[in-house]
């Protein structure tokens, strides 16, 4: 071993800086972000460690991962570790992020989420946090094997929780906030988008979000199953008449608190890209409506 095999790496000081600078400072398995955006202590990670020495340290063999995946690969849980029942299937899915969600909300559950990103904003990013809620709330249909939900979300009072503790879960819910509703068909047409092949270059490019973005949307879409279906070009199912008074009060207390982001964007600590976009053009642009249309309307068809 060489003097660089202290501690938690085994990299020179210059392979580490190149494999950094290589990943964008971000984790390849959670997407944290390291110095100078984020805040997340990112490793470098051997891919395999039964290698000829000189191969050791070959970037080809080297990835990033932040210190809780890094933990993770190498110390991976075992599904009775968590708090809930778990599945060996979900393992492919999940992350260390999620064990610590899940313990979080057996503590504290149900909760809104400034309560749970209290708890573990030392070690998490906010879109982090907020990105994991939508992967567990959705593993059910991330995860073939698995029949039942594992996370829910309350459409009334938005606190997160267990199935058993939401009174009206947020799947399949249709929102009464133009915005949100907006946001919720374009994660579902990003989704579907995804699921038929097409690559997420020309999805991000369609819909003028980053790459990064097409991932929050695609789990935000699997995790609330928006019934885009039901809608047509020329209207909307008719909704709840409390449901605008009660994502209007969601604003203190709520998850994405995206009503009141939309009303207050100077005061939004999202990052631009989690945001609802308006993809569609604008209804008094027949050409640019039209354009749009087209694009979306290629990355959707049947392949």
């Not at 392979?15 to 944290?32: I, P, V």
């Not at 019934?227 to 409390?242: I, K, T």
């Not at 998850?255 to 609802?276: C, G, I, K, N, T």
Request: glycine share 6%; with cysteine.
């Amino acid at each position: 071993m060489t003097q660089w095999s202290r501690g938690y790496e085994t990299v020179d000081p210059v392979t580490r800086a190149s494999m950094l600078y290589e990943c964008g400072d971000q984790c390849q398995m959670c997407g944290d972000e390291g110095p100078p955006e984020g805040a997340a202590n990112l490793h470098v990670h051997h891919l395999r460690r039964d290698v000829d020495d000189d191969e050791e340290h070959d970037p080809s063999n080297l990835s990033v991962a932040c210190r809780l995946c890094h933990s993770w690969i190498h110390h991976r849980p075992a599904p009775s570790d968590a708090p809930v029942p778990l599945l060996r299937a979900d393992l492919d899915v999940l992350l260390p992020h999620d064990f610590l969600l899940l313990q979080v909300l057996d503590e504290i559950g149900p909760a809104s989420f400034s309560e749970i990103f209290t708890r573990v904003k030392v070690l998490l990013s906010e879109s982090a946090v907020r990105e994991r809620l939508w992967v567990l709330m959705g593993l059910d249909r991330l995860v073939e094997e698995r029949d039942e939900q594992l996370v829910d979300q309350d459409a009334v009072t938005r606190a997160w929780g267990f199935p058993a503790q939401i009174k009206t879960s947020a799947r399949g819910h249709v929102p009464s906030d133009p915005a949100l509703l907006l946001q919720r068909a374009e994660d579902e047409l990003v989704r579907r988008a995804l699921a038929r092949g097409s690559d997420r270059a020309p999805v991000s490019d369609a819909f003028g979000i980053t790459r990064r973005a097409t991932f929050y949307k695609e789990y935000r879409a699997y995790a609330y199953a928006f019934p885009l279906d039901s809608f047509s070009r020329g209207g909307r199912p008719a909704a709840d008449q409390g449901d605008r008074g009660e994502d209007e009060a969601s604003g203190v207390n709520g998850d994405e608190s995206v009503v009141e982001r939309q009303r207050e964007p100077s005061q939004s600590s999202v990052p631009e890209e989690l945001r609802p976009v308006e993809t569609w053009g604008d209804p008094e642009d027949a050409e640019s409506t039209a354009a749009s249309d087209s694009t979306l309307d290629e990355l959707l068809t049947e392949r």
